[in-house]
Structures are given as structure tokens and as C-alpha cells.
């Protein structure tokens, strides 16, 4: 069982940053993937980027690539998602996903992601 706890969302104005954390408990985490996802009310959840144990790591290439950045600190059980130059779009619910294999792979589907953290509200305003 692995446990996650988003923390760091909040209210923001556009061209703002914040930076989200999700820290990880329970059954190690530190050869699978972390991913951060998010939903927007209305809409399907969404990829955001990911990031491997070895530091591979992907973007949703056309919302968020060259504006957020995923890092992981091992020693912490912690990965980060560094958002950026923020836009009223990305005003979603972000969830920390852990992927449910161990490996190198970085994978979008939310379906390969078993373990999710409760979520954490970030809204940007205009």
C-alpha cells in the first residue's frame, strides 16, 4: 500500500507560480513512476507530466511543457511538480498518482496509475 499527500495549491493570479508536492508513505515508491494528474470541474482527468526512479520524465506536450517542471527527491519520498507562468486553464484539482508496475517507463494513462493522493485545488485567476 502506498499513501500520498499533495500539499502546496492554492489562489493565484495568471503569470504566477506555485509549486505542488506530494509526499509518499507506506510501501516504497522509489523504482515506480510518479505522475501528477489533473481535472478541471466537467472534464475528464488529465495527464500532466510524470517522472521515472532513474529521472526520465514527460510532459502533456501542448498545455503545460516549457512552463512545468516534475523533480523527485528520493531521500524525501517526495515528488514536486513546479508550475509556472500559470494560466486561468490550469485551474484543475492536481492529483499525485503512483504507477502501478516498477520500471523506467513513463506512461500518461491515468489507467496505468494505482495509487492517488486526495487532491490538491489550484486556481488561477485572471
Known amino acids: 500500500q502506498v499513501q500520498l499527500v499533495e500539499s502546496g495549491g492554492g489562489l493565484v493570479q495568471a503569470g504566477g507560480s506555485l509549486r505542488l508536492s506530494c509526499v509518499a508513505s507506506g510501501r516504497t515508491f522509489s523504482m515506480k513512476t510518479m505522475g501528477w494528474f489533473r481535472q478541471a470541474p466537467g472534464k475528464e482527468r488529465e495527464f500532466v507530466a510524470a517522472i521515472a526512479w532513474n529521472g526520465g520524465t514527460a510532459y502533456a506536450e501542448d498545455s503545460v511543457k516549457g512552463r512545468f517542471t516534475i523533480s523527485r527527491d528520493g531521500a524525501k519520498n517526495t515528488v514536486y511538480l513546479q508550475m509556472n507562468s500559470l494560466k486561468p486553464e490550469d485551474t484543475a484539482v492536481y492529483y499525485c498518482?503512483?504507477?502501478?508496475?516498477?520500471?523506467?517507463?513513463?506512461?500518461?494513462?491515468?489507467?496505468?496509475?494505482?495509487?492517488w493522493g486526495q487532491g490538491t485545488q489550484v486556481t488561477v485567476s485572471s
Open positions: 498518482a503512483c504507477d502501478r508496475d516498477v520500471g523506467t517507463f513513463v506512461r500518461t494513462s491515468r489507467f496505468s496509475y494505482d495509487y
